[in-house]
C-alpha cells in the first residue's frame, strides 16, 4: 500500500523554539519526491518544502529543513525558531506524479 | 502569477442534483490534478491531465464524476446525482514539468455541502 503516516496528530511549540513533526511512508517506488505542506485554518495549501528521494542532501529552506532516511522511509520536517505564523496543519506527501499525503499534524505555536 | 484559481468556494447543494467546478491553473503549468480533501483528512487523489490529456483517474472517481481539460488550460470537474458522501473540499492543484514530477501548487478549493 503506498501509504504515508503521521504519528503525530497534534504538537506544541514554544515561539522561538525549534520543533520536529515526524513522517514515515511506503512505496515501492525508486525514483519520487517528498513534501511538506502547510495548510492554515481556512485557507490554501503552502508548499513548505521538497525532497528529491535521489538525492542524499537534506533539503533545507530557511527555518525549514528536512531529515530523510530512505532507507528507513523516514521523512521528518524540522521547524526552527518557531513563530506564530506558523500555526497550522502540516501534510507530508510523496508522489511520482499524483501525490499521497498524511492525515496531518496540527501545530500549535505558543506565544 | 496569480496562482490556481477555483470557482466557486462553496457550493450547497441538494442530494440528487448535479455539480460543477472550474479550475484555472497557473498560466504556464502543462499539468493539472484534482484531489478531495474530507475533514481531519489529508487530500486523496481523484485526477491529473497533462495539457488535455487525461492520464490517470483514482478508484475514487466513480462513474458520477467527470473531469475535462478541453483546450490544455481550465478544467471542470462535475459530479452527477450528488450524494451526501460527496460532501469535501475539492482541491485543484497545478504543476509544471518537462520529465518528471515537481511540486504543485494548489488552489483555495471549492467546499462542497450535499444536503
Known amino acids: 500500500a503506498q501509504t504515508v503516516t503521521q504519528s503525530q496528530p497534534e504538537m506544541s511549540v514554544q515561539e522561538a523554539e525549534t520543533v520536529t513533526l515526524s513522517c514515515t511512508y511506503d512505496?515501492?517506488?525508486?525514483?519520487?519526491?517528498l513534501f511538506w505542506y502547510k495548510q492554515p485554518p481556512s485557507r490554501q495549501m503552502i508548499l513548505v518544502i521538497r525532497?528529491?528521494?535521489?538525492?542524499?542532501q537534506n533539503a533545507t529552506e530557511n527555518r525549514f529543513s528536512v531529515n530523510f532516511q530512505k532507507a528507513a522511509k523516514s521523512f521528518s520536517l524540522k521547524i526552527s525558531d518557531s513563530q506564530l505564523g506558523d500555526a497550522a496543519m502540516y501534510f507530508c506527501?510523496?508522489?511520482?506524479?499524483?501525490?499521497?499525503f498524511g492525515t496531518g499534524t496540527r501545530l500549535t505555536v505558543i506565544p | 502569477d496569480t496562482g490556481v484559481s477555483q470557482d466557486p468556494r462553496h457550493k450547497i447543494t441538494k442530494r440528487g442534483q448535479n455539480v460543477t467546478f472550474r479550475c484555472d491553473p497557473i498560466?504556464?503549468?502543462?499539468?493539472l490534478y484534482w484531489y478531495r480533501q474530507t475533514l481531519g483528512q489529508g487530500p486523496e487523489f481523484l485526477t491529473y491531465?497533462?495539457?488535455?490529456?487525461?492520464?490517470?483517474k483514482s478508484r475514487l472517481l466513480s462513474d458520477r464524476f467527470s473531469a475535462e481539460r478541453p483546450k490544455g488550460s481550465f478544467s471542470t470537474l462535475e459530479i452527477q446525482r450528488t450524494e451526501q458522501g460527496d460532501s469535501a473540499m475539492y482541491l485543484c492543484?497545478?504543476?509544471?514539468?518537462?520529465?518528471?514530477?515537481?511540486?504543485?501548487?494548489f488552489g483555495p478549493g471549492t467546499r462542497l455541502t450535499v444536503t
Open positions: 525532497q528529491e528521494a535521489y538525492k542524499q
Open positions: 498560466s504556464e503549468h502543462n499539468r
Open positions: 491531465f497533462q495539457n488535455e490529456a487525461q492520464l490517470e
Open positions: 512505496t515501492s517506488e525508486s525514483d519520487y519526491y
Open positions: 506527501a510523496w508522489g511520482a506524479n499524483n501525490l499521497f
Open positions: 492543484a497545478s504543476s509544471f514539468i518537462t520529465g518528471f514530477s515537481y511540486e504543485q501548487y
